[in-house]
C-alpha cells in the first residue's frame, strides 16, 4: 500500500447522470470528497481521528478542470493525494481518467482546513500530521486560480430556503447542494449546447438550516462563457463560484 497516493474506481450508472447523460457537477464534487475521505481514513486523520481532536475537515477551496464529458455506463478511476500541510491548511490533489482508455478527463485541487466543532473557528492540524510521512511529491497540473469576488452588478438572481435534506455531519449545508443552486442558475436547454469545462469554488461562512439563501449570477468580464456566481444569506457571502462552459461538439 501507497500513503501517498489513493485510487477509487467507480462505474457510473444511469441513476447517477443528468439530463445529458452525464455525471452532474454536484456528482463529481461528491465523489471527490469521498475519495478524500477514503484516503484520509485509510492513513488515520480521518473523521474519528479528527473528532477526538474536536475538528473536524471543511473544503475550503476548490478547482476543477473538466476535460471530457463524464458519461454513463462507463467506468473511471479517481487518484488522491496530499501536495502540502501547514497548521492551518492542507492542499490535496485529484486525477480521473476513464478506467478502459487511461485518458484523462478531469483534475482538480483543493485545499482543506479543519475547524474546531465547538468555538467553529479554525483548528490546528499539526497534532494530526504529526510522524505521519503521507505528503506526495505529485503536483495538480493545471491553474488553480485566481481570488473570487461577488458580483456587484447580477444579472440572474433566484431563492432558496435551506431544508433538512441539505444539511450535512456538521449540521451546515452540504457543498452538494450550494453546487446545484450555482448550476440550476441556467436553463435545461443551455446545457444540450454547452457543459462545464471549469469550476471553481471558495468557502466564506457557513449556512444552515431554514435560512434563505440569495443566488446572483454574471457574465465574467463581459464573457459568454465564464461566470460569476454568489449565494448569500442575510447580505452575507457564503460561497463564491466561477463557472466556464464549452461548446459541445
Keep these: 500500500m501507497n500513503p501517498k497516493l489513493y485510487s477509487y474506481e467507480f462505474y457510473l450508472t444511469a441513476s447517477e447522470v443528468n439530463a445529458q447523460r452525464e455525471m452532474p457537477l454536484s456528482r463529481l464534487v461528491t465523489t471527490l470528497i469521498d475519495t478524500a475521505t477514503g484516503h484520509a481514513n485509510l492513513i488515520g486523520i480521518g473523521f474519528d481521528r479528527m473528532i477526538r481532536e474536536g475538528i473536524s475537515w471543511v473544503l475550503s477551496r476548490l478547482t476543477i478542470d473538466i476535460d471530457a464529458p463524464v458519461t454513463v455506463n462507463r467506468t473511471y478511476r479517481m487518484e488522491t493525494w496530499i501536495e502540502s500541510v501547514s497548521r492551518l491548511f492542507s492542499e490535496r490533489g485529484f486525477e480521473m481518467t476513464d478506467a478502459e482508455t487511461g485518458h484523462t478527463v478531469m483534475r482538480a485541487h483543493s485545499t482543506w ?26 503536483r495538480y497540473a493545471g491553474d488553480k486560480g485566481g481570488k473570487l469576488l461577488p458580483s456587484h452588478t447580477p444579472e440572474r438572481e433566484s431563492t432558496y430556503r435551506f431544508a433538512v435534506s441539505d444539511i450535512d455531519i456538521n449540521r451546515h449545508v452540504t457543498t452538494r447542494r450550494y453546487i446545484d443552486l450555482i448550476v440550476d442558475m441556467w436553463p435545461l436547454d443551455y446545457y444540450d ?34 461566470n460569476d456566481v454568489e449565494i448569500r444569506v442575510n447580505s452575507t457571502s457564503c460561497c463564491l463560484a466561477r463557472l466556464r462552459f464549452t461548446a459541445r461538439d
Design 113 to 138: 482546513m479543519a475547524v474546531n466543532m465547538t468555538t467553529r473557528r479554525p483548528g490546528d492540524l499539526t497534532p494530526i500530521f504529526e510522524g505521519l510521512d503521507v505528503i506526495s511529491d505529485r
Design 193 to 226: 449546447t454547452m457543459r462545464p469545462s471549469r469550476f471553481e469554488l471558495a468557502f466564506k461562512h457557513e449556512a444552515r438550516y431554514d435560512e434563505e439563501a440569495v443566488v446572483i449570477a454574471a457574465s465574467h468580464e463581459g464573457s459568454s462563457e465564464v
